[in-house]
T-cell receptor
Framework: GAVVSQHPSRVICKSGTSVKIECRSL??????MFWYRQFPKQSLMLMAT?????????EQGVEKDKFLINHASLTLSTLTVTSAHPEDSSFYIC??????????FGAGSRLTVL | QQQVKQSPQSLIVQKGGIPIINCAYE??????FPWYQQFPGKGPALLIA?????SEKKEGRFTISFNKSAKQFSLHIMDSQPGDSATYFC?????????????FGKGITLSVRP
């Protein structure tokens, strides 16, 4: 089946620094990837839709200058949290659309900002 | 307005029991209804999905029942096992192509006791 790899799985950074999270589709080409954010014991909140070769579409309330998304190839999308603050600490999950419109999720990346 | 509502919020069953998780949706234009299973610290994994042209779908121990007129669908887990203890999310989307943006329910925590 389709596999989406996310890296790193855990990252700790200091406040004010930037962190990049990678999302790779290993065995399929994903023209569209989605980035979600999940707080403990809560649902997944869609942050943005990432389209290969074009600008990402952000959901209402998500700061596009803070959460930079790049989808430079059909197998890689990246999320960069810029000037991170403790309130950005969260579980970030990406997903890719594989054949037959099936969404495959990565294992998630736990970001902790000190 | 929450477009996809799950109930109950949590559920505890004994091993071998049949937990039933319910989901109600608002938008009649939704036409793809998946259920996802998520273990702590991991991304969601697709369990089973249904489209509104069928009333029931079974895959292994998991069954979706769909009631289009009531705008409800439910997940039944037959012969539940402790390994089924996880968070379950229902979701809905417009099955219109690569941009399959999912709307998730809040999730329900299932505990299966030995």
């Amino acid at each position: 089946g389709a596999v989406v790899s996310q890296h790193p799985s855990r990252v700790i950074c200091k406040s004010g620094t930037s962190v990049k999270i990678e999302c790779r589709s290993l065995d399929f080409q994903a023209t569209t990837m989605f980035w979600y954010r999940q707080f403990p014991k809560q649902s997944l909140m869609l942050m943005a839709t990432s389209n290969e070769g074009s600008k990402a579409t952000y959901e209402q309330g998500v700061e596009k200058d803070k959460f930079l998304i790049n989808h430079a190839s059909l197998t890689l999308s990246t999320l960069t949290v810029t000037s991170a603050h403790p309130e950005d600490s969260s579980f970030y999950i990406c997903s890719g659309v594989s054949g037959a419109n099936v969404l495959t999720f990565g294992a998630g990346s736990r970001l902790t900002v000190l | 307005q929450q477009q996809v509502k799950q109930s109950p919020q949590s559920l505890i069953v004994q091993k071998g029991g049949i937990p039933i998780i319910n989901c109600a949706y608002e938008n009649t234009a939704f036409d793809y209804f998946p259920w996802y299973q998520q273990f702590p610290g991991k991304g969601p994994a697709l369990l089973i999905a249904i489209r509104p042209d069928v009333s029931e779908k079974k895959e292994g121990r998991f069954t979706i029942s769909f009631n289009k007129s009531a705008k409800q669908f439910s997940l039944h887990i037959m012969d539940s096992q402790p390994g089924d203890s996880a968070t379950y999310f229902c979701a809905a989307s417009f099955y219109t192509g690569a941009n399959s943006k999912l709307t998730f329910g809040k999730g329900i925590t299932l505990s299966v006791r030995p």
